[in-house]
């Protein structure tokens, strides 16, 4: 994997761990995104408008099914959240996607990793999934995967399915156009679709949100489309099924950051995870 792609996705996993952090600070999650993603719209307004040029209709349809995919993101993450723990729902959601990810990319895009890539999508995978167990023990190992008659366990799949799909969407996409030419009608269309639930499901608790949080909401306006066009970025100069993985050192930065500021344990699990994810972006980083 080329070394300017690995440090386009290290500042990514640091931005987008940050507004992650903001993001579960909030009191309404929703209405937090849903505003965050208004502030997007207007930081990236004036870049969009000096850099646009005419895109073609191929890429129109691309931005299309990706703000349609980002919609579909956000509102299965916040209903997997609303019925199960985070400890069960980001492992299975995060862990998926690179494995989802490198399916599609081998079907609609015909991208084959090589041997070294294929173990270190593997290793991410398998840190990601540890990162986040209770224990290490038999029963911590399979809990997640016993769960997946649960609705919250089908639910993060789901969002992995999601995940997988707008990246193969956003690789076919960026190479036809400029990422941040591309990345601004997608957040348009998202944002369009998730006013409609909010206007009809949450329109109450926005006033609250935006005085309580609104240092945070416009933040996350800026941190969210940095991550996104960083990878985006990334996804220009190497295989989606790469970025895909190597992207997700998010966690890592995302469990160092819950230790340092929400005082969340970082035990046994943790260690082990990250170590299995350094050492599955070092095999990709090698791999030709």
């Known amino acids: 994997m080329e070394p ?27 209405a937090f995104l849903w505003l965050s993603l208004l502030a997007t719209l207007a930081v990236l307004a004036v870049p969009f408008w000096y850099l646009y040029t005419p895109l073609p209709a191929d890429v129109w349809l ?47 895009l015909s991208e084959r990793p090589s041997q070294g890539g294929m173990l270190g999508i593997l290793l991410i995978v398998a840190g990601i999934y540890t990162l986040h167990l209770r224990s290490l023990d038999l029963r911590g190992l399979y809990a997640p995967l016993h769960s997946l008659r649960q609705k919250a366990s089908q639910l993060a799949i789901l969002v992995g399915v999601t995940i997988a799909s707008y990246s193969v969407v956003d690789k076919a996409g960026v190479m036809h156009a400029n990422p941040l030419v591309y990345i601004y009608p997608v957040f348009v269309v998202a944002t369009l679709l998730m006013t409609i639930y909010i206007v009809l499901v949450k329109r109450a608790t926005v006033p609250r949100e935006w005085r309580v949080n609104r240092f945070s909401v416009i933040a996350v306006g800026i941190l969210s489309p940095l991550a996104f066009l960083l990878v985006l970025t990334a996804l220009t100069v190497s295989h989606v099924s790469y970025v895909s993985s190597v992207r997700e050192m998010s966690v890592v930065v995302a469990a160092a950051l819950g230790t340092l500021v929400l005082r969340e344990p970082f035990g046994k699990a943790k260690i082990l995870g990250a170590v299995l994810i350094f050492a599955g972006v070092v095999s990709i980083a090698l791999a030709a």
């Open 4 to 30: 300017q792609a690995i440090l386009l996705l290290v500042i990514a996993a640091f931005a987008h761990s940050g507004w992650n952090l903001l993001a579960k600070k909030s009191l309404d999650k929703q």
């Open 62 to 108: 691309l931005v299309l099914a990706s703000g349609v995919l980002e919609a579909i993101y956000f509102m299965l993450l916040s209903t997997a959240y609303d019925h199960g723990d985070l400890s069960l729902v980001y492992p299975l959601a995060r862990g998926s996607a690179p494995l989802f990810v490198t399916v599609f990319a081998a079907i609609f």
